[in-house]
C-alpha cells in the first residue's frame, strides 16, 4: 500500500502554500477512515514497530476486503515516533492536523503514549496503545482519550505469581531489575504479588539501563542462593544477562522468571538456549488454541514470514476495537465514540476483551508461558477478573 | 574472623577479578582512542562505531562458516584498507585546517552517525549473539569464572604490550613518532608523512575492529553497541592522558577498580557518575590527564 | 604608519561590512517568519506553525552552541543540559508552583546561571578537545541522573503542563494559539539574537575573538582571559535554558530526552550547517534542519543517513555554513564592483 499520494509526495518538497492546499481533505460517506500509526521505524525499537505495522495492516486488508467500517474503507498513515516523546509529539501533532486521522496508535515506550495522549486530549481525538505496559498510562496518568488494548504489567505480574504460588510455593525470590522507573515499578509490582502468595525476597538489584556487563552482580545473587530469579530487563539488556548467566554457570537449579518484555520474538533468536525454562505472564501467545488464533496466525505468517508476538496480535486486535466502536457509535465523532467503547466487548484472536470503562483499561484472560525449544508454551491460565486488579484511574 | 575471609573470597575478590576483566575490554577500546590522538591530533567520534564493524564483519565471517580464531585474524586485515581509504578521503581533507581538532572530531562524528543507520539497513536492528569460542568455567579459588573471559584477559593484555612494542621499539613506530613530532622535519629526512598518517589511522580502526571481534562473544552485537563503551573508554583516555598507552592502561584498570568496588555500596547506576566525578578531579589537578603525550614516552 | 593606518581603517570597513550583511540577513529572517505567518494563518494551519515554533526553539539552542563555538572556538558537545535543564525548570514552575510566563523565565534565568557558573568551574580550564569532552561527559551525567529520579518523572517525564497566557503589556498572547505562539517565538528569539549581537560586538565580545585566534597571546594585551571565557559560558547557558523553558510552553510535556546526546549533538549540525561564527546562521540552520528531518522523517526511516552526510558535506566544503556562504558571495560581488570603480 502506498503511505502517501503524489500530490503529498510532491507538496512536502513544494512550497508550504502548496502542502497546506492539498492536505485538507474532504470528509464524507465512503472516504477512507484515516488511522494515524505513530510508531518508531527507525532505532531501538523499530523491532517492535514492525510488529505493530504488520498487525496494522492484515487487520486493515481484512476489515476493507470484507467491506470496511460503515462501508468506509481503513486507511493507515504512518509517521516514525523514533521512541522519543518529543519526535513522537510533533508526528502525532502531524497525523491530528495535517493528515487529519480520526484514531491514533501505533505508540510503543510509555513516555512516548503518555506525552501523545496529551496532544490526543488537545486535538479532541481518540488514541490506544497497543505496546506500553506501565500501569500509570491506566492508572494515576490515564487520560479520557487514550485506551489500552494490551495486557498492563500488573496483569502480567499477577498471572506469573498466581503460577509461581503452585509451581514453586514458598518459593526465595532475588529480584533484578533495570534502574529506571518502568523496571522499577514492574519488579515492585511482582514482589508485592509474589510475596502474598507465600513467596520470600532473598534479595534486589538494579543494574542501569543498557547495562554491559552483569558479572559484577552475580557473587550478590550467588550468596543469597536464590531458587527463582526474576528480572524484567528487555532487548538487548536481556542477551547479555542470559548470555552472562549461562557464561557463568548460575542458570543451574534456577528457576528465571520475568516481564513479557524480557524474551521477545526480536532477541529470542539470539538468546537460544539461555533462555530455556523462563516463564512469563502474557496476555497473548501464538500458541492459544482456538479457531480465531489459528486462522490469525496461518493469515500473518502467510503474510509476514514470521509468526506474530504479542504486540503483532494486538495491534491487530485494535482496529477490530475501534470498527466495534464506531459501528456502535455510528459515527467517528470522538464523543460518540467514546461513549461506544465504555465496557465494549469485542473479539480479538486471544478471545474476549472487555474495555473497563473506568480506566481505560482492556481485561482480558492472562496466560503463563514457558520458552521451550525456542517457542512459548502455554502453562496456564488465569481468568480476566483475577488479573485485572482495581481501577485506579480518578481523573473521569 | 571466618566471616571476614569469607567475605573476602565471595564478596570482594570476584569484584576484583570482574573489574579487571571489565577493565581490560575498556583500554582495548582506549588504546585506538589514544593512539589516533597522540600521533594525529584526531578525535574519533566513530571509534565506537568502527568497533561495532569489527563485531559485525565477525557474524557475517562466522555466518559464512569461518572459524573465530581466523576472525581475530582476518577481520583487522579488513578493517586496515578501510581505515586507510576513511583517512585519505575524509580526515585528510580538513587536516590542514586551523581548528583541526575540531574539525576532524566534528567529521568522524557525522561518520558515526552515518555509519550507525548503516548497520541497521544491512545488518538489521536486532541483537546477534555470537557463541562463545571457550566454553566452560574455571573454578579459581571458589570463585566460578568463564574460560573465554580468562581468555580475553590473556589475549588483551598481549595486545596492549604488542602495541607498545610497535609504537617504542620498532623502526616503523619511530617513523610515525617522528612525523607527529615535527612534520616538516621528518618529511625532509625522508618519511612519506601523509602516508604514515593514513597508515596510522588504519591501525587505530583495526584496533577497534580487533576489540569488537574479542568482546562479541561477551557483549553480543546490535548497531548502537559503539554507544557502549565510548563514554568510559574517552573517560579513561583523559585521566590518564590523551596520547599516552600508559595512562590509558592505568586509568582503565583504576577507574573500572573504583567502578566495581563502589557497586557493593551503592546503586550500580550511579557508579558512572562517580567516575566521571573523578574525572574531573584529576582534570583541575592535571589538566593534561595523568601522563603526557605519547612523543613524550 | 599611514599605510598601515589605512590597512586598518580597510580591515575595519570590510568588517563593519559583514555586519551589515549579517544584519541585513537577520532582517530576511523576520521577512520570511512573517511571510510564512501570513500564508500559514490565511490557510487556517495549525501544524506548520507548531513546526516552526519548534524550529525557532531549536534554533536558540543552535544559537548558544555557536555563541560558544563560533566566538571563543570552544565546542560544547553538551549544551542539551542548558536546553533541557530550561526546559525542566520551566515545566516544574509552570505546573507545580503558578502558570506564570514571567516567574517561568525568572526562575529558569537564575537557575542556568548558577548551574552555568558550576559546569564552567568544571570544564572552563580544559582547552579544545578537553573541553568538548567534558560538556560531552557532564550532560551525559545529568541526563542519567534525571532519567532516574522519580520526582523528575523519571524516563517517562513530566506531562500535563498547563498551557499560559503570556503577559506582554499591552497585550496577552494564548500560547496555545498556534500562530500567536510562533509569532512571540520568532519576537523572543530576534530579541536574544540582538542581545548576543551586540554583546560579542562589544569590547569584551572581541576579547573573545582574540582568544580563539591565540589563547596564550591574550593575557598579555591585558585581558583575563577566564573571566570571558566564564562569561561566554554562562550567556551560552542562558541562551540555551531561556530557550528551553519555551518547550513545555509549546508541547505541554518534558522528557529526559531533551537532554540527551542526541539534542546536543543535533545543535552542533545546526550551527554548522547554518554558519557557525554568525549568529543568525544557527537560527536559519535550524529551520533548515527541522523542516528537513519532518519532511525526510515521512518517506525514510534512514533520515540520520542524510543529515550525517550532509553534515560531514558542510564540514569539508562549506566550513563558513550556508549563512557564511551567502555572505562571503556577497562580500566578493561587492569587492569586484569597489575594484571596478578607480
Known amino acids: 500500500m502506498k503511505r502517501k499520494s503524489v500530490a503529498t509526495a510532491a507538496a512536502g518538497i513544494a512550497t508550504l502554500a502548496v502542502a497546506l492546499a492539498t492536505s485538507t481533505p474532504a470528509m464524507g460517506q465512503g472516504n477512507p477512515i484515516r488511522i494515524g500509526v ?25 476489515i476493507n476486503a470484507a467491506g470496511g467500517v460503515m462501508g468506509r474503507p481503513l486507511q493507515l498513515i504512518y509517521e516514525d515516533g523514533e521512541a522519543n516523546p518529543a519526535v513522537a509529539t510533533q508526528k502525532a501533532e502531524k497525523l491530528f492536523q495535517v493528515d487529519k486521522v480520526d484514531f491514533l496508535t501505533g505508540t510503543v515506550n510509555s513516555g512516548a503514549t503518555l506525552a501523545v495522549g496529551q496532544v490526543a486530549e488537545r486535538n479532541h481525538r481518540l488514541m490506544a496503545t497497543t505496546v506500553s505496559f506501565a500501569d500509570s498510562i491506566t492508572g494515576d496518568k490515564c487520560s ?42 514492574t519488579v515492585a509490582a511482582f514482589k508485592a504479588a509474589a510475596e502474598q502468595k507465600g513467596a520470600t525476597t532473598v534479595g534486589e538489584v538494579f543494574a542501569p539501563l543498557g547495562n554491559k556487563d552483569y558479572s559484577p552482580f552475580f557473587g550478590q545473587i550467588r550468596a543469597a542462593r536464590p531458587d527463582v530469579l526474576y528480572t524484567s530487563v528487555a532487548g538487548n539488556d536481556t542477551v547479555r544477562l542470559f548470555t552472562q548467566l549461562d557464561e557463568f554457570g548460575l542458570l543451574k537449579n534456577l528457576q528465571v522468571v520475568g516481564a513479557s518484555g524480557t524474551v521477545t520474538s526480536q532477541n529470542m533468536g539470539a538468546i537460544e538456549k539461555a533462555a530455556e525454562g523462563f516463564v512469563t505472564g502474557v496476555g497473548y501467545s501464538p500458541e492459544i488454541d482456538t479457531p480465531a488464533n489459528h486462522k490469525f496466525v496461518a493469515a500473518f505468517r502467510a503474510a509476514y514470514k514470521t509468526p506474530p508476538d504479542l504486540y503483532g496480535a494486538d495491534s491487530y486486535g485494535v482496529l477490530y476495537f475501534y470498527k466495534a466502536a464506531v459501528e456502535k457509535a455510528g459515527s467517528t465523532d470522538t464523543d460518540k465514540v467514546r461513549a461506544a467503547m465504555a465496557d465494549l466487548v469485542w473479539a480479538t484472536p486471544q478471545g474476549s476483551k472487555t474495555m473497563r470503562a473506568g480506566d481505560h483499561q482492556a481485561m482480558q484472560v492472562m496466560y503463563t508461558v514457558k520458552f521451550t525449544h525456542g517457542e512459548f508454551k502455554i502453562i496456564s491460565e488465569v481468568p480476566a477478573a483475577e488479573a485485572i486488579g482495581p481501577d485506579d484511574c480518578k481523573r473521569f | 574472623m571466618h566471616g571476614l575471609l569469607e567475605t573476602l573470597q565471595f564478596v570482594y575478590a570476584p569484584q576484583v577479578v570482574n573489574g579487571l576483566s571489565i577493565g581490560v575490554a575498556v583500554i582495548l577500546m582506549a588504546l585506538g582512542l589514544t593512539i589516533l590522538f597522540g600521533l594525529l591530533d584526531v578525535i574519533n567520534m566513530a571509534h565506537g562505531e568502527f568497533y561495532a564493524l569489527g563485531a559485525y564483519l565477525a557474524v557475517s565471517l562466522l555466518a559464512a562458516g569461518v572459524d573465530f580464531w581466523l576472525c581475530l585474524l582476518v577481520v583487522p586485515l579488513l578493517m586496515l584498507p578501510l581505515g586507510y581509504v576513511t583517512e585519505r578521503l575524509l580526515i585528510q581533507r580538513v587536516f590542514n585546517r586551523k581548528d583541526r581538532h575540531v574539525l576532524t572530531l566534528l567529521l568522524t562524528f557525522g561518520l558515526g552517525i552515518v555509519l550507525e543507520d548503516a548497520y541497521r539497513i544491512v545488518f538489521g536492528p536486532n541483537t546477534v549473539r555470537v557463541d562463545s569460542p571457550i566454553s566452560g568455567a574455571a573454578n ?84 548502537t553497541m559503539g554507544k557502549d563503551f565510548i563514554l568510559l573508554a574517552f573517560t579513561v583516555v583523559i585521566v590518564g592522558g590523551m596520547g599516552s598507552i600508559k595512562g590509558a592502561v592505568i586509568a582503565g584498570l583504576v577507574l573500572m577498580q573504583i567502578q566495581a568496588l563502589a557497586s557493593l555500596y551503592i546503586s550500580p547506576v550511579w557508579t558512572e557518575p562517580l567516575l566521571f566525578g573523578v574525572m574531573v578531579l584529576v582534570l583541575m589537578w592535571r589538566p593534561q590527564g595523568l601522563f603526557g603525550k605519547l612523543g613524550n614516552g | 604608519m599611514a599605510e598601515a593606518g589605512a590597512v586598518a581603517a580597510a580591515v575595519a570597513h570590510n568588517e563593519k561590512e559583514g555586519e551589515r550583511t549579517l544584519n541585513r540577513l537577520a532582517l530576511a529572517f523576520v521577512a520570511l517568519g512573517l511571510i510564512f505567518a501570513a500564508v500559514a494563518a490565511s490557510s487556517g494551519d495549525v501544524f506548520f506553525f507548531r513546526l516552526a515554533s519548534e524550529a525557532l526553539i531549536f534554533g536558540g539552542l543552535a544559537l548558544s552552541v555557536d555563541l560558544l563555538l563560533g566566538f571563543a572556538g570552544m565546542l560544547s558537545l553538551g549544551q542539551a543540559l542548558f536546553f533541557g535543564l530550561g526546559a525542566y525548570v520551566s515545566a516544574l514552575v509552570l505546573k507545580n508552583l503558578l502558570p506564570s510566563f514571567w516567574l517561568a523565565m525568572g526562575i529558569t534565568l537564575a537557575v542556568a546561571t548558577v548551574a552555568g557558573m558550576v559546569a564552567a568551574v568544571i570544564s572552563i580550564r580544559a582547552r579544545g578537545v578537553y573541553f568538548a569532552l567534558i560538556t560531552f561527559g557532564l550532560a551525559q551525567v545529568v541526563a542519567k541522573v534525571v532519567y532516574n529520579v522519580p520526582r523528575l518523572g523519571a524516563s517517562d517525564g513530566i506531562i500535563g503542563i498547563p498551557s499560559i497566557r503570556i503577559h506582554l503589556g499591552l497585550f496577552d498572547i494564548d500560547a496555545a494559539s498556534p500562530a500567536g505562539f510562533f509569532l512571540f517565538c520568532l519576537g523572543f528569539m530576534m530579541l536574544l539574537y540582538a542581545a548576543c549581537v551586540y554583546l560579542m560586538r562589544s569590547p569584551a ?21 577566564g573571566l570571558a571565557k566564564v562569561l561566554a559560558f554562562v550567556l551560552a547557558a542562558d541562551v540555551a535554558a531561556l530557550s528551553g523553558a519555551l518547550y513545555p510552553m509549546l508541547r505541554g510535556f518534558v522528557s529526559p530526552e531533551l537532554l540527551y546526546f542526541e539534542v546536543s549533538g543535533n545543535a552542533v549540525i545546526t550551527a554548522i550547517i547554518g554558519g557557525a561564527g554568525t549568529l543568525i546562521g544557527p537560527l536559519y540552520g535550524s529551520v533548515l534542519i527541522v523542516g528537513l528531518r519532518s519532511v525526510i522523517g515521512s518517506y525514510t526511516s534512514h533520515h540520520l543517513i542524510v543529515i550525517g552526510s550532509l553534515f560531514m558535506l558542510a564540514v569539508v566544503f562549506f566550513p563558513q555554513g550556508l549563512i557564511g556562504f551567502i555572505a562571503r558571495r556577497r562580500e566578493q560581488r561587492r569587492l569586484r564592483r569597489v575594484a571596478v570603480v578607480p
Request: hydrophobic share 50%.
Open chain 1, 38 to 62: 505513530d510508531t518508531p521505524i527507525s532505532g531501538t525499537y523499530a523491532p517492535i514497530g514492525q510488529q505493530v505495522k504488520w498487525g496494522l495492516e492484515l487487520a486493515t486488508k481484512e
Open chain 1, 144 to 185: 479520557p482519550n487514550v485506551y489500552r488494548v494490551n495486557a498492563k504489567a500488573g496483569q502480567q505480574s499477577a498471572a506469573l505469581a498466581a503460577w509461581l504460588a503452585k509451581a514453586k510455593p514458598k518459593a526465595r525470590v532475588f529480584f533484578l531489575g533495570p534502574d529506571y522507573e518502568m523496571g522499577r515499578s
Open chain 3, 205 to 225: 565580545g572581541r576579547v573573545l575573538a582574540a582568544i580563539r585566534s591565540n589563547e596564550d597571546r591574550v593575557p598579555f594585551l591585558g585581558y583575563p582571559v
Open chain 2, 140 to 223: 579459581v579459588l571458589g570463585m566460578y569464572f568463564p574460560n573465554y573471559r580468562l581468555f580475553v584477559m590473556g589475549v588483551g593484555a598481549l595486545i596492549i604490550a604488542l602495541v607498545w612494542v610497535v609504537v617504542f621499539r620498532t623502526r616503523l613506530g619511530a617513523m610515525v613518532r617522528a612525523a607527529a613530532h615535527d612534520r616538516q622535519m621528518a618529511s625532509s629526512l625522508g618519511v612519506p608523512v601523509s602516508r604514515v598518517y593514513s597508515g596510522t589511522f588504519a591501525f587505530g580502526v583495526a584496533l577497534a575492529g580487533l576489540a569488537g571481534v574479542l568482546l562479541a562473544p561477551i557483549y553480543s552485537v546490535f548497531p
